[in-house]
């Protein structure tokens, strides 16, 4: 199996649909990547995931790049996406531009921000730079604190259109792919249909070019997952019992022998 690269993720447009994940650690990563795993993101989901916040506000830079060099170590085929998290591009593009450096340096393939018509002169900064971007708009969580809430975005003809330019102009700015969350599944279709690069939803209905679910869900360990999550697995409650099992043994003494 060959690596993914940027040729390769655009070349699967209208060919071969993607399913893609989130990692964060050096185990999962290699059981993704074993497993056929197109596009392993760093997410700064990890906020929520891993470190017990109740957003993605939180995560730090440093906490990125650890977590980026971890899953690289252990991934051969998979593209590793680090994720900028907040407060790593919003204070001007020299300090966007050191952050995403680092995180190719750290070993991530390309990095991804949010934002479409405000962040293109960015994107295209990098782009330019040798870094590559996906990009990602509709309900983007770092503006959480501006929606109100993770709410679906793109309800209303104008707003439906605003996203749609969104994702053109990051398209023209040179990002490779674009993640399109929580938008109306027509939207997300008609993005699709207008983009030349793939689109990668996040519950924005089936015509996407590939989609992301975070690996916590997917597995059935955050059992608080998004209504359009499908849960592959009931790990929770496998590794509850697991766990049960060991205090069970340990205190029964039949563990060890």
């Not at 990125?64 to 900028?84: E, P, Q």
């Not at 674009?178 to 249909?193: D, K, R, S």
Request: net charge negative; hydrophobic share 45%; with cysteine.
């Amino acid at each position: 199996m060959k690596k993914w690269n940027v040729a390769s993720v655009r070349a699967a447009k209208g060919v071969t649909k993607l399913g893609c994940t989130t990692a964060y650690d050096s185990t999962f990563a290699r059981l993704a990547d074993e497993s056929g795993i197109p596009i392993i993101l760093v997410g700064d989901s990890m906020g929520m995931v891993m470190l017990g916040y109740e957003t993605t506000l939180p995560v730090k830079i440093e906490e990125t790049l650890s977590a980026v060099a971890a899953v690289a170590r252990s991934v051969k085929n998979a593209m590793v996406v680090a994720d900028l998290p907040f407060g790593s591009y919003q204070c001007g593009d020299d300090v966007a531009m050191l952050n995403a450096v680092k995180c190719i340096q750290a070993g991530a393939d390309a990095v991804k921000l949010e934002g479409g018509a405000r962040v293109s002169g960015l994107i295209r900064r990098m782009t330019q730079a040798g870094i590559p971007v996906l990009a990602h708009v509709g309900m983007t969580p770092q503006s959480v604190n501006e929606y109100g809430g993770f709410k679906r975005q793109g309800k209303t003809e104008e707003a439906a259109n605003e996203i749609l330019e969104d994702a053109k102009t990051v398209e023209r700015a040179g990002a490779f792919a674009v993640t399109l969350e929580c938008i109306p599944a027509p939207l997300a279709a008609q993005i699709t249909a207008s983009l030349s690069v793939p689109t990668i939803g996040v519950g924005a209905g089936p015509d996407c070019d590939a989609q992301w679910l975070v690996m916590h869900d997917l597995l059935g360990l955050n059992e608080k997952a998004p209504s359009f999550v499908k849960k592959y697995a009931s790990l929770a409650d496998e590794v509850r019992k697991a766990f049960s099992a060991y205090v069970a043994e340990v205190a029964h003494g039949t563990f060890p022998q």
